[in-house]
Nanobody
Framework: QVQLVESGGGLVRPGGSLRLSCAAS???????MRWYRQAPGKQRELVAT???????TYVDPVKGRFTISRDIAKNTAYLQMNSLKPEDTAVYYC?????????WGQGTQVTVSS
Protein backbone atom coordinates (compact mmCIF):
# COMPACT_ATOMS: atom_id res chain seq x y z
CA GLN A 1 0.00 0.00 0.00
CA VAL A 2 1.27 3.44 -0.94
CA GLN A 3 0.36 6.52 1.07
CA LEU A 4 0.22 9.90 -0.63
CA VAL A 5 0.08 13.15 1.31
CA GLU A 6 -0.66 16.41 -0.49
CA SER A 7 0.13 19.85 0.85
CA GLY A 8 0.42 23.42 -0.35
CA GLY A 9 -3.16 24.34 -1.07
CA GLY A 10 -4.81 27.51 0.14
CA LEU A 11 -6.48 30.77 -0.78
CA VAL A 12 -4.80 32.91 -3.42
CA ARG A 13 -5.81 35.95 -5.45
CA PRO A 14 -6.24 35.72 -9.21
CA GLY A 15 -2.86 35.93 -10.89
CA GLY A 16 -1.12 34.43 -7.90
CA SER A 17 0.88 31.23 -7.53
CA LEU A 18 0.87 28.10 -5.41
CA ARG A 19 3.02 25.00 -5.32
CA LEU A 20 1.43 21.72 -4.38
CA SER A 21 3.48 18.83 -3.04
CA CYS A 22 2.70 15.13 -2.98
CA ALA A 23 4.86 13.02 -0.70
CA ALA A 24 4.76 9.27 -1.34
CA SER A 25 5.57 6.54 1.15
CA UNK A 26 7.17 4.47 -1.60
CA UNK A 27 9.55 5.06 -4.48
CA UNK A 28 8.08 6.96 -7.42
CA UNK A 29 10.77 6.36 -10.03
CA UNK A 30 8.80 3.58 -11.72
CA UNK A 31 5.42 5.28 -11.41
CA UNK A 32 3.34 7.68 -13.39
CA MET A 33 2.51 10.65 -11.18
CA ARG A 34 -0.59 12.67 -11.94
CA TRP A 35 -2.48 15.61 -10.54
CA TYR A 36 -6.26 15.69 -10.81
CA ARG A 37 -8.74 18.27 -9.65
CA GLN A 38 -12.42 18.31 -8.80
CA ALA A 39 -14.47 21.48 -8.68
CA PRO A 40 -17.81 21.61 -6.86
CA GLY A 41 -20.53 19.89 -8.88
CA LYS A 42 -18.07 18.67 -11.50
CA GLN A 43 -16.30 15.43 -12.29
CA ARG A 44 -12.71 14.86 -11.32
CA GLU A 45 -10.44 15.81 -14.22
CA LEU A 46 -6.84 15.07 -15.07
CA VAL A 47 -4.60 18.15 -14.94
CA ALA A 48 -1.03 16.98 -15.50
CA THR A 49 1.08 13.83 -15.83
CA UNK A 50 4.75 13.04 -15.45
CA UNK A 51 5.86 9.69 -16.80
CA UNK A 52 8.48 7.26 -15.55
CA UNK A 53 11.02 8.88 -17.86
CA UNK A 54 10.04 12.42 -16.93
CA UNK A 55 7.84 13.31 -19.87
CA UNK A 56 5.11 15.76 -18.97
CA THR A 57 1.65 16.40 -20.40
CA TYR A 58 -1.04 18.92 -19.51
CA VAL A 59 -4.66 19.60 -20.24
CA ASP A 60 -5.21 22.64 -22.43
CA PRO A 61 -6.65 24.99 -19.76
CA VAL A 62 -3.43 24.82 -17.71
CA LYS A 63 -0.78 24.68 -20.43
CA GLY A 64 1.80 27.39 -19.98
CA ARG A 65 0.65 28.10 -16.41
CA PHE A 66 1.16 24.82 -14.51
CA THR A 67 4.30 22.72 -14.27
CA ILE A 68 4.47 19.18 -12.92
CA SER A 69 7.79 17.91 -11.62
CA ARG A 70 9.22 15.30 -9.28
CA ASP A 71 12.12 14.71 -6.95
CA ILE A 72 12.86 11.00 -7.07
CA ALA A 73 15.26 11.16 -4.13
CA LYS A 74 12.49 12.62 -1.96
CA ASN A 75 9.68 10.50 -3.47
CA THR A 76 7.77 13.71 -3.99
CA ALA A 77 5.86 15.18 -6.91
CA TYR A 78 5.00 18.84 -7.33
CA LEU A 79 2.55 21.01 -9.20
CA GLN A 80 3.66 24.60 -9.65
CA MET A 81 0.64 26.72 -10.49
CA ASN A 82 1.13 30.24 -11.82
CA SER A 83 -1.28 32.88 -13.14
CA LEU A 84 -4.09 31.26 -11.23
CA LYS A 85 -7.67 31.93 -12.26
CA PRO A 86 -10.94 31.58 -10.35
CA GLU A 87 -11.81 28.59 -12.54
CA ASP A 88 -8.78 26.77 -11.10
CA THR A 89 -10.62 26.56 -7.80
CA ALA A 90 -10.94 22.88 -6.87
CA VAL A 91 -9.73 20.12 -4.63
CA TYR A 92 -6.47 18.87 -6.12
CA TYR A 93 -5.59 15.19 -5.81
CA CYS A 94 -2.29 13.44 -6.32
CA UNK A 95 -2.32 10.07 -8.06
CA UNK A 96 0.36 7.41 -8.35
CA UNK A 97 0.00 4.67 -10.95
CA UNK A 98 2.39 1.74 -10.80
CA UNK A 99 2.10 -1.95 -11.69
CA UNK A 100 -1.55 -1.46 -12.68
CA UNK A 101 -2.38 -0.08 -9.24
CA UNK A 102 -3.80 3.36 -8.55
CA UNK A 103 -3.19 5.24 -5.32
CA TRP A 104 -4.75 8.53 -4.27
CA GLY A 105 -4.03 11.24 -1.79
CA GLN A 106 -6.65 12.88 0.39
CA GLY A 107 -6.74 16.08 -1.65
CA THR A 108 -5.85 19.69 -0.95
CA GLN A 109 -8.16 22.66 -1.49
CA VAL A 110 -7.12 25.44 -3.82
CA THR A 111 -9.31 28.54 -3.86
CA VAL A 112 -8.65 31.41 -6.25
CA SER A 113 -10.63 34.47 -5.28
CA SER A 114 -10.23 38.18 -4.79
Amino acid sequence: QVQLVESGGGLVRPGGSLRLSCAASSFISLAFMRWYRQAPGKQRELVATISTVGMTTYVDPVKGRFTISRDIAKNTAYLQMNSLKPEDTAVYYCNLYRAEQNYWGQGTQVTVSS
